[in-house]
């Protein structure tokens, strides 16, 4: 079903919409073409979703922070030799 509303207008409009005489069924987020977008188009739940990502990698990239320290500092050591 899509509900269409007007500000000025408090009657709410509402028809179902089908698709190969089925109806389709309504969800709160739907995901296309990778990008996660809600009945209001906010992209919140995208945007959470990056940021999610985000945080995980530089958790990932904060604990190897010690190990890349130490490869780059035979890295150099051999290319001094």
Do not use: P, W
Not at 3 to 21: A, G, I, P, Q
Not at 32 to 45: A, E, H, Q, R
Not at 51 to 72: D, T, V
């Amino acid at each position: 079903m899509i509900l269409v509303k007007s500000k000025r207008n408090s009657e709410d409009l509402s028809f179902t919409v089908l698709y190969d005489n089925s109806d389709v069924d309504s969800c709160d987020v739907a995901k296309t073409l990778g990008v996660s977008l809600d009945s209001k188009l906010s992209m919140i739940k995208f945007i959470q979703e990056k940021c999610r990502a985000s945080y995980f990698h530089l958790r990932n990239l904060g604990r190897i922070k010690r190990s890349l320290n130490h490869a780059r500092s035979l890295y150099r050591s051999l290319k001094q030799s």
